[in-house]
């Protein structure tokens, strides 16, 4: 289908929170439903965002090196710097941006108030604002189904309650069977939303996702959260951010970026899994001077290490951006990771730089 000139009825930008837990897949879709949308219909971009502060994200440059139009916004979440997001929109508008889709931390809730409610009232007229879209992955959706997802499960169900659509994403890993059932449950537990399952690896079910971004708008809803409830605040409180940005030289002609990155993961899964502690994601991004790079995900130290990106030769220079997100205390987990890269380094007799170190605790 044709659609390059079917542009939105208003002209006016469109605007989408990709909400949605930790590993869900928010960056993964963002950069499928950007590349696609700006294939098909006009151009579309994406805004990473976290609470590092003044931290370059894994996930905006691995954005960049994919060719997406990327922004990124740092420092806080984007429910509480509403005059930066505002200004991303105006920049966008301007280049002829149609679709803009933001995701916010992976543990955040209340972007349906603070942020479409802020620019309902502040930007009328200026910009559209697209269903509020959550996702879900099947793992995490089978936790909360069996009531096992912990003190998580509380952010998980309020982010689902907050959706206007639900996306769940990954479905490859899932047959057809599986799908639908997950599909009806999500439905008769969330019974005021539409129900997508959307795979980026695949691309199934984006041309249907996008379609409901461009044509479809926010309801608008308050749902009733409990933003100050015991089980949010005792989720928060348990969980830490770690930032990492490095340099590493390589001694040798024949060096393997990519199992430097599955073994550093490794390394950490086992030091924060004797910790008894959880590292619900850790992103490992490394890249070259000519633009080369590979990436690594962990989502729990119960599942496998998964890479993501495959280097396609040998490195002599390497730029390595970590991000991981714990249930661990600050300085505990700032220990572990900080051991675990000087560990794997030192086996590769790699020469390190460490350009920014960032880590807090949520509930500091």
Not at 112 to 140: K, M, N, W
Not at 178 to 205: H, I, N
Not at 284 to 307: F, H, N, Q, S
């Amino acid at each position: 289908m044709d659609t390059k000139n079917d542009k939105n009825s208003s002209g006016a930008c469109k605007f989408a929170v990709i909400s949605g837990f930790l590993g869900a897949g928010k960056t993964t879709l963002m950069m499928a439903l950007t590349r696609y949308c700006s294939e098909r219909f006009g151009k579309a971009a994406m805004i990473s965002n976290d609470l590092g502060e003044g931290v370059t994200l894994a996930d905006h440059k691995l954005a960049s090196l994919e060719g997406c139009s990327a922004l990124q916004i740092t420092g806080e979440c984007i429910c509480f710097c509403l005059d930066e997001l505002r200004e991303r929109l105006r920049s966008c508008r301007e280049e002829g941006c149609e679709l803009l889709l933001s995701d916010i931390p992976g543990f955040g809730v209340g972007a349906q108030e603070h942020v479409y409610h802020g620019l309902a009232r502040d930007c009328s007229g200026q910009l559209q604002l697209a269903p509020f879209t959550v996702l879900i992955e099947p793992e995490q959706l089978a936790l909360l189904r069996d009531g096992k997802a912990g003190d998580m499960g509380f952010i998980l169900d309020a982010q689902l309650r907050e959706a206007d659509l639900i996306v769940l994403s990954k479905c490859e890993l899932l047959s057809d069977g599986e799908r639908d059932e997950a599909l009806a449950w999500l439905g008769e537990r969330y019974p005021w939303t539409r129900q997508f399952a959307v795979s980026a690896k695949t691309g199934a079910g984006l041309e249907e996702l996008c379609l409901a971004l461009r044509e479809g708008s926010a309801s608008l809803r308050r749902p009733e959260i409990d933003y100050d409830a015991e089980e949010l605040q005792k989720a928060m409180g348990s969980l830490s951010e770690y930032y990492l940005q490095y340099r590493a030289l390589v001694c040798c002609e024949d060096f393997d970026g990519s199992a430097y990155l599955l073994e550093l993961a490794e390394e950490i899964r086992r030091a924060v899994r004797e910790e008894r502690a959880e590292i619900p994601h850790l992103k490992l991004l490394a890249w070259t001077p000519e633009g080369d790079y590979g990436k690594v995900d962990l989502l729990g130290t119960e599942r496998p290490v998964i890479l993501t990106r495959d280097f396609e030769r040998p490195c002599t220079d390497l730029a390595v951006l970590l991000n991981a997100s714990a249930v661990c205390p600050d300085e505990t987990l700032d220990r572990l990771l900080g051991e675990a890269v000087e560990t794997v380094s030192r086996r590769y007799r790699l020469e390190l730089t460490v350009h920014r170190k960032d880590h807090f605790g949520l509930g500091d």
